[in-house]
T-cell receptor, first 110, second 117 residues
Framework: QKEVEQDPGPLSVPEGAIVSLNCTYS??????FMWYRQYSRKGPELLMY????GNKEDGRFTAQVDKSSKYISLFIRDSQPSDSATYLC??????????FGKGITLSVRP | DADVTQTPRNRITKTGKRIMLECSQT?????MYWYRQDPGLGLRLIYY???????NKGEISDGYSVSRQAQAKFSLSLESAIPNQTALYFC????????????????FGEGSRLTVL
């Protein structure tokens, strides 16, 4: 079992839809949980991070972590065409090693 | 100007050729990284450096070497390129210490697309 599993996608939704992106993990030592967004022909950029179970909101984005189930999610409300990108989950262990999911490509149709 | 600059952005080469990808940063970060990204495989760490004298192998270092010429410069070399090294390569930097919300944040360059024929 890989340390981090991410839904493979791709995912296509209409503008205004609620999007749910998910990752599961097997390493209970992971402490920090992040979502990176990567636009076409660009490097990934940190979108959100959290280090505890629960929800964290930032505008239309909500990051959710459930450590008991080893499951993290990113929700996008009122999705926009500008949200079209590849989203990568990432998790960091106490020794600062960062492990990425494979990424899921999201397309928001106008 | 970009904080993390990679050159070249695109390169096509032939099997057996030596290739160097260069990375420079103006963020003042101590830590620098080289990743490769392949469809279906995600981002995989090749090498990382926590300072000029500290270089470490990542999960897929075979066939690659690196040089940290200065705090701001970190280059990746393929001594004898092979077709399965065709990929998108990213350089990244991070702060040397875990500071609250900065934990784990990597700052990526725009990538170098390498094709080995």
């Amino acid at each position: 079992q890989k340390e981090v599993e991410q839904d493979p996608g791709p995912l296509s939704v209409p503008e205004g839809a609620i999007v749910s992106l998910n990752c599961t993990y097997s390493n209970s030592a992971f402490q920090y949980f992040m979502w990176y967004r990567q636009y076409s022909r660009k490097g990934p950029e940190l979108l959100m991070y959290t280090y505890s179970s629960g929800n964290k909101e930032d505008g239309r984005f909500t990051a959710q972590v459930d450590k008991s189930s080893k499951y993290i999610s990113l929700f996008i409300r009122d999705s926009q065409p500008s949200d079209s990108a590849t989203y990568l989950c990432a998790m960091m262990s106490p020794n600062s090693k960062l492990t990425f999911g494979k990424g899921i490509t999201l397309s928001v149709r106008p | 100007d970009a904080d993390v600059t990679q050159t070249p952005r695109n390169r096509i080469t032939k099997t057996g050729k030596r290739i160097m990808l260069e990375c420079s940063q103006t963020k003042g970060h101590d830590r620098m990284y080289w990743y490769r990204q392949d469809p279906g495989l995600g981002l995989r760490l090749i090498y990382y450096s926590f300072d000029v004298k500290d270089i470490n192998k990542g999960e897929i270092s075979d066939g690659y070497s690196v040089s940290r010429q200065a705090q701001a410069k970190f280059s990746l070399s393929l001594e004898s390129a092979i077709p399965n090294q065709t990929a998108l390569y990213f350089c990244a930097t991070s702060e040397g210490r875990v500071v609250g919300g900065g934990a784990g944040e990597l700052f990526f360059g725009e990538g170098s697309r390498l094709t080995v024929l």
